[in-house]
């Protein structure tokens, strides 16, 4: 298996631009990745436990961005040997010393031998792609026999629930919506995931929901996800008002300081094994 970086023009991975992703630019953007990762990665990670993503390796974590969850990863599964790709060789620079070699390539064409890898882990990827079919067929290719295909999604209609809830906010989640969809992306392919991974020829497609709430975070850690500054981009675009930022800024401030404020966040992890392996089916077998 190739473990050197592979040199490509670096690319945009879809809707995901990272530098124009949130205030603050590159830097921003790597540090709300980071944010994100601590927010939710132990949940995450205890279903792909469970599903066995971490018993065979190597692992190929496609779309590793800045290695946040690499890291996490090789910290949390020392054992376990990663691989971290992305598109984007100046965001993927930064996960040098994730304790993973980083691999430079489209999800789509990866610069990979069939069947070289046990696992893969598809971390927030699917939601920017244009057509995720390609990206899925690849992954089967370089699956072994029996290895596993992990995906880590969300869908904005199934997003989480708040406490107090500001129905003003409606236009401004549509307008982030509609940016995405407008440059490539799906921010519902949630609850299209199952199917997806059944048509591209995986086996044992098994859904399994996480929540992560500031019952057990600070309502703070949940910046990433409910601030304002991923919206100032969409000021500078044009696809966001003034106006609509000053109030989401006004309304996550109110958010924070109410006592009895409450707040869960949704998401999904869908995984299939290539078929051709042992049966380990139903929830493969512990």
């Not at 530098?19 to 590159?26: C, I, K, P, Y």
């Not at 003003?168 to 997806?196: F, N, P, W, Y």
């Not at 109030?247 to 300081?257: C, E, K, S, V, Y």
Request: charged content about 20%; overall charge neutral; some cysteine.
């Amino acid at each position: 298996m190739t473990t050197s970086p592979v040199r490509i023009e670096a690319g945009r991975a879809g809707s995901y631009d990272a530098a124009n992703t949130t205030w603050g630019g590159l830097d921003g953007e790597v540090a709300r990745l980071e944010a994100q990762a601590a927010l939710s990665f132990d949940e995450e990670l205890r279903i792909l436990r469970d599903l066995g993503l971490t018993r065979a390796g190597p692992l190929l974590e496609l779309g590793a961005g800045s290695g946040a969850v690499t890291r996490r990863l090789r910290a949390a599964e020392p054992a376990l040997p990663v691989v971290a790709a992305d598109i984007d060789t100046v965001l993927l620079a930064h996960a040098a010393g994730a304790g993973a070699p980083l691999l430079a390539g489209d999800a789509a064409r990866l610069p990979l031998r069939t069947g070289c890898v046990g696992g893969v882990l598809l971390r927030y990827v699917l939601q920017h792609v244009a057509d995720p079919v390609p990206v899925l067929a690849e992954a089967l290719r370089v699956l072994r026999p029996g290895g596993v295909l992990a995906v880590v999604e969300v869908d904005s209609m199934l997003w989480g629930l708040a406490d107090p809830m500001y129905g003003e906010l409606g236009s401004v989640h549509q307008a982030m919506a509609a940016a995405q969809r407008d440059a490539g992306g799906d921010r519902q392919i949630g609850r299209k995931l199952t199917r997806l991974l059944r048509r591209a020829g995986f086996a044992d497609v098994v859904l399994r929901p996480f929540a992560t709430t500031n019952d057990d975070r600070p309502t703070d850690a949940f910046a990433p996800h409910l601030g304002p500054e991923r919206l100032v981009p969409l000021v500078a675009s044009g696809a966001l008002s003034m106006a609509q930022l000053a109030l989401a800024a006004d309304r996550w401030r109110r958010f924070r300081a109410d006592p009895d404020a409450w707040v869960m966040l949704l998401g999904f992890i869908v995984t299939g094994t290539a078929p051709g392996g042992p049966d380990v089916s139903p929830e493969r077998k512990q």
